[in-house]
Nanobody, 114 residues
Framework: QVQLVESGGGLVQAGGSLRLSCAAS??????MGWYRQAPGKQRELVAVITSGGTTNYADSVKGRFTISRDNAKSTVYLQMSTLKSEDTAVYYCRTYTTSGAGYWGQGTQVTVSS
């Protein structure tokens, strides 16, 4: 059974930093990443990383966010810096197993105060 456990959200002032973690278990994961959903908006891609380390970022976070992973721990991280009020959202971990099945984490709230 696949489980995703997220941590690291919280309240931070604009310009500050936070790091999110998502520990996955129960399978072998190819792609791991983060999405976010702000109130009244659709869920959107933030960043993804493959098991080989290839990354892709939304234009809105390039240069400010860094995604990384520890394959031995099946854990993906999102280091967020220079946070802006528009980064406020619920952040969801997203993983895909090697068979292509996708899973969502429960979500963690990130609130950036201006």
């Amino acid at each position: 059974q696949v489980q995703l456990v997220e941590s690291g959200g919280g309240l931070v002032q604009a310009g500050g930093s936070l790091r999110l973690s998502c520990a996955a278990s129960g399978s072998i994961f190819n792609v791991m990443g983060w999405y976010r959903q702000a109130p009244g908006k659709q869920r959107e891609l933030v960043a993804v990383i493959t098991s080989g380390g290839t990354t892709n970022y939304a234009d809105s976070v390039k240069g400010r966010f860094t995604i990384s992973r520890d394959n031995a721990k099946s854990t993906v991280y999102l280091q967020m810096s220079t946070l802006k009020s528009e980064d406020t959202a619920v952040y969801y971990c997203r993983t895909y197993t090697t068979s292509g099945a996708g899973y969502w984490g429960q979500g963690t709230q990130v609130t950036v105060s201006s």
